[in-house]
């Protein structure tokens, strides 16, 4: 079987390497094929390269607090270049400040994202999120 | 135009600056003559060099946040909640991520919709946009110093703005506020266009005007140990005081160790008043500053608090001359007003707790020893690829992996060093990639990591490395394997 | 009776027992075949030497509050937030004032009043009004070992239904619980009377039943210099030991200078073990406590985290057996239980970021040689005035004031001796009083006293020692004049 | 003039003798005679010893959490002993908890204190209020 394809990345002006660096590394152990676009992409990068790599699903970060400024019209972008329903997720320190989390969430999956996530959220989280998502069977716990 | 480290002639400053002062139409305000009489009639304790080398004097050090809203009103309304009821002796103007990137147009959005939102939907203020007037609002309506604090690797229009709107401190350099900030920019481009900043600040200081620069320590806030810091902190004083900055602040990001952490601050300021004095700049004044904690926070507040105060013993029993302050929200996002003065209140009980206290130890002094050894071989090398010129030698450095960032988002940075920490918390090398330590360096941090690995009872990965990202927020400081004691 | 450290008999503790027991109606449930079959049945988590033991042998700090309500169930829901939320090892239960000074029956209007108003109008749980069904509830509800937590002259009736209702650790001892905690109350008696508390422990011992006695550290918490504290506490120690205890954890109020309370906790250790091998008790298991600030606390929550992680670092640096923790309400009075997980939390975060580390120096070393030296020579006194018994030892040591506590309320303490801060924050003598220390020693003192002086441009005054009292709660350590410096 | 006289004392069971033994001393510094009972003083001890120095002032300390419990019916007592209309301050740490000042202040007013002081008022601010409460002219500051 090939394995799934996850396009990854830090949107916008955010330079916030670490936590980028660290789920390329989990998401390739766990078995994913993995297309690391690193820090500061834009709308326009995430979708070439999903187009390109055929990717099963878009991972998106925003630690620095522009996130919603950055993330609006992704979706849209998305359904206009062939990608309509193409599954995206979305995670880090979404907005500025500390605010309530149920909030975020929802203005972030009315902007289309499938699923939202807060700070501080564990690679293990997310390749629970991706493997429900693209209905994958349970694996092994990663570690 | 060559890149080399010799101070520009006010012709080449003055030519550039046209080009400069048209990138947003703000610019077009700044005259250098209105700006430096504004300067000048501010008074003693806005000054920001004057309150830093009194405290340097004095042996106290002074805490300072860090802050910025969207809107000036607001920027305002926090920068005096910091002052009063955050008793914060050195207020900060941290701006915002898209001004950082040079995108005026994105800021400006950003204040629009602030506007319209009702909240700050940037993470800093917009300096640019805002224009003298706007920072000469804010310099009037507070009784210390602020400075702009950021992470631009262009910053030489932010800088005209800034000196011009009456801030007389100014934080970045053209590696420091490019490896870890960037992906894209050329070395050679920041390296260059912080040495206009800096020519600018030198042309204030012929003035007359103090205006202190502060090379940004912390780098990427993760792991980062202290002889990479401080030769990179090193380079861009000489860098800085060859263009006639007087004043420099070095600083360092707290990592974790208290002997290290100590020996770091201590050596950054021996070494860095050595290597200035050597290169002909020892009339500059030196000081120092202590990052707490830069990488990811625990999300319990009063665990943030531990991680607080921990930063503050290190400052305070280093006796660095400020340091600068995180908040219990630190997990979480930009904080409240209020998150943000306990953190200072926090820092300020231990500083003052502790400030008649020192440590001193054969530890110490071992540390200090591989610090500043290390840091020298780093450095001398820099000047060798440079042939003598540093602002080269650094270009080149970082180019074959002599200066090597961890974590680095910049492709302009090897990252082929690996660090991760030793039994006792300090920061070695698990892969030293090219850096160009001696060998008996090398075998010390060798054994450091393997030691912790026997304890740990595992083979050294890059496992340990990532532990060690994690161990702060979960309440450690050496990311321990799972089993580990069990 | 004569007072004299010798082992009472079975017959002596059980002559004794049944008036005690009548003492309040509670007593008389107590049976002691059946308290020691019910600890027997205790899980081995629940049983508080052996989580003691085994965070020694692996060097870590164990994390305990303090806590106490007025009714059982609201004392249980306390204790589980702090067990669960609060992420604590070790809990207390906090015995309230009225029961401290056996006044049972003004305990019990304190609990009908707080089922009346529906807030605990106690400052504790009033454990001997509950009698011991009560007790085994709160042990039966809880995962983790629980303490007796007092201050209480007269703890016989208290420990018999502690004992018997579960708790597997006691707080206390005829000096540190006398001293501090009366006004009227004979040293003779109090002694005597833990005595019987020592016995009674040494029989469920026999029993094989381990439970963990811990005289109490701090004193009155206020500039009590190491050595004082430290005398009473091996005084203590070897006045339990002789009655059969054979778990014993000594304890220490930090005083705010790292190395002297590094030193301190680490002499502590080494000195109870000794006095304990040379008369005949090598058997015991002695373990540390270190008390965070004992004095009065800053109001502001922030400053107080501050204070607290301070405590949190001395305990961890020196490698406390366990920390007893302070919370961010301190200064206002018994925290909700919501601060007081604060507390712990905090407390944990520093314990483990710095579990790994040690200090170890030059400085370190004398200060160990100092406290040593001066905890010898009273100690040593001690047994000469007793004629070599060390029980009839320190009540004449209290009389003449050769162990003598600062600030303590009892009329049985002499009260000459009164300390101060040196240049460093260290607690030193402004006035030795009648305690028996070498010219050597005293000199010392006197040179570090007027070193203070010196720096602050002012006479060592009784206004020095006011100004240390305030310091902590104002922000600093050293209270310094307010025109120091300025 | 004879110095106005003072009965200090810190009520119930209540054992805190730090800050008693500083108000000790900063209201003898400042010119008061003091009559100080110490720690764990009873009701009647108060009174008994107000009668006989002919106090002008009593300051009743509470630490321990237990001073509502302790200082009820304070007041009548005095009534009833012939020191009708004693001026009667208290201050400290008076209930258990972090409770709101003001609701504390009530309850202590109510039972026949003429001030009430937050925990960790200041010897200075004491003095200040007692050369009130007995009309005494403002003198140099304490210090
Ligand atoms: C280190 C750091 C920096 C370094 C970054 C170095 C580098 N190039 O990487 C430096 C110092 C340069 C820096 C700069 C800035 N930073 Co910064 N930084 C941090 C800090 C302390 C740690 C980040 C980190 O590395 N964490 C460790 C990694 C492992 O965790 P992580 O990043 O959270 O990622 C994990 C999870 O979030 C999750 N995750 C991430 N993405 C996704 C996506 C999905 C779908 C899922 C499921 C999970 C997931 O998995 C990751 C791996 O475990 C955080 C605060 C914190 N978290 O404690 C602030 C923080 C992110 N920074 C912040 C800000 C504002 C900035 C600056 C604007 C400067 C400023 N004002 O202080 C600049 C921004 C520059 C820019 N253009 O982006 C803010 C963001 C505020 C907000 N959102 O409200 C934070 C939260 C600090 C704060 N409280 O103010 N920063
Ligand atoms: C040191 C201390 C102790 C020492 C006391 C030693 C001794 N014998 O003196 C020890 C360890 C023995 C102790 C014991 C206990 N303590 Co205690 N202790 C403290 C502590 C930390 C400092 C007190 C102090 O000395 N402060 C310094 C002096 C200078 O300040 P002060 O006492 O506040 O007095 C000043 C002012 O209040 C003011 N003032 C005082 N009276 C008056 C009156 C008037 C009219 C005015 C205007 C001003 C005024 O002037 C004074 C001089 O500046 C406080 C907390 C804090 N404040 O940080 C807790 C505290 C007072 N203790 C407390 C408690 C509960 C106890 C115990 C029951 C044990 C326990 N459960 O932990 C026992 C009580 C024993 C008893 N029967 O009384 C609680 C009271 C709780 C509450 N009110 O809700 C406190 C607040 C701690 C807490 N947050 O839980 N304690």
């Known amino acids: 079987m090939q394995p799934k394809k996850i396009v990854l990345g830090v949107i916008g002006a955010d330079v916030h390497a670490v936590g980028n660096k660290i789920l390329d590394y989990a998401f390739t152990s766990a078995g994913f094929e993995v297309i690391n676009l690193g820090v500061m992409v834009s709308q326009e990068e995430f979708i070439a390269a999903s187009i390109e790599a055929a990717a099963d699903v878009i991972v998106v970060s925003s630690l620095y607090g522009h996130g919603e400024l950055d993330c609006r019209g992704l979706r849209q972008k998305c359904d206009e270049s062939g990608l309509s329903g193409i599954p995206m997720i979305v995670g880090g320190n979404l907005v500025v400040g500390k605010q309530q989390f149920n909030e975020v969430e929802k203005r972030f999956l009315d902007m289309g994202f499938d699923r939202v996530f807060p700070p501080g959220t564990s690679p293990e989280t997310a390749i629970e999120a991706i493997r429900e998502i693209l209905k994958m069977p349970e694996a092994d716990s990663f570690t | ?486």
């Open chain 2, 1 to 486: 135009m060559d890149l080399v480290n010799s101070q520009w002639t006010v012709d080449e400053l003055l030519q550039q600056r046209q080009d400069v002062l048209n990138q947003w139409p703000t610019g077009r305000d700044v005259r250098l003559e209105d700006a430096i009489a504004y300067q000048k009639q501010l008074p003693e304790h806005k000054i920001f060099a004057r309150k830093l080398n009194q405290a340097k004097e004095s042996g106290t050090t002074l805490v300072q946040p860090r802050a910025g809203v969207a809107l000036i009103d607001e920027h305002i309304q926090l920068l005096t909640y910091l002052q009063n009821e955050g008793e914060a002796d050195l207020l900060p103007t941290t701006i915002d991520s898209y001004t950082r990137q040079n995108r005026y147009q994105k800021a400006e959005e950003g204040i629009s919709e602030s506007i319209r939102t009702g909240k700050s939907m940037l993470n800093g203020f917009p300096a640019v946009n805002h224009g003298i007037e706007g920072c000469r609002r804010i310099i009037e309506s507070l009784d210390i110093p602020v400075q702009i604090r950021h992470g631009t690797p262009d910053a030489r229009l932010l800088a005209e703005i800034s000196y011009a709107g009456g801030f007389t401190s100014y934080e970045g350099g053209g590696i420091s506020y490019n490896i870890p900030y960037a992906k894209n920019v050329d070395l050679e481009k920041t390296i260059r266009d912080w040495q206009y900043v800096d020519r600018l600040t030198g042309y204030y200081e012929e003035a007359g005007v103090m205006i202190n620069r502060e090379p940004f320590g912390p780098l990427t806030g993760t792991l980062v140990p202290p002889c990479i810091s401080h030769a990179v902190a090193i380079i861009e004083a000489l860098l800085a005081a060859e263009q006639g900055v007087r004043n420099i602040t070095v600083g360092y990001g707290q990592c974790g160790n208290l002997l290290q952490d100590v020996a770091a601050i201590q050596t950054l300021q021996a070494l860095t008043d050595e290597y200035l004095r050597r290169y002909g700049h020892g009339d500059a004044s030196i000081t120092t500053v202590l990052h707490q904690w830069m990488g990811g926070f625990p999300q319990d507040e009063a665990k943030a608090f531990a991680v607080i105060a921990w930063g503050s013993t290190v400052a305070a029993l280093a006796h660095a001359t400020k340091v600068i302050v995180k908040s219990p929200h630190e997990a979480f996002g930009v904080p409240t007003m209020e998150a943000n003065a306990q953190g200072i209140r926090c820092t300020r009980q231990v500083i003052s707790m502790l400030g008649d206290q020192s440590v001193n130890t054969h530890a110490l002094k071992d540390e200090k020893l591989v610090i500043a050894a290390e840091t020298r071989c780093i450095l001398d090398k820099c000047f060798e690829l440079g042939g003598g010129d540093i602002a080269k030698g650094a270009v080149r450095a970082f180019q074959a992996g002599v200066i090597d960032v961890p974590f680095a988002p910049s492709r302009f940075n090897a990252g082929k060093m690996l660090p991760a920490r030793d039994n006792d918390g300090a920061i070695r090398f698990f892969n030293p990639g090219a850096l160009p330590l001696t060998p008996e360096l090398l075998d010390f941090h060798r054994e450091k990591i393997n030691e912790r690995a026997k304890e740990e009872k595992r083979q050294p990965s890059f496992q340990m490395v990532i532990d060690d990202v994690y161990a702060i927020s979960k309440g450690r400081l050496v990311g321990r394997p799972a089993n580990y004691r069990s």
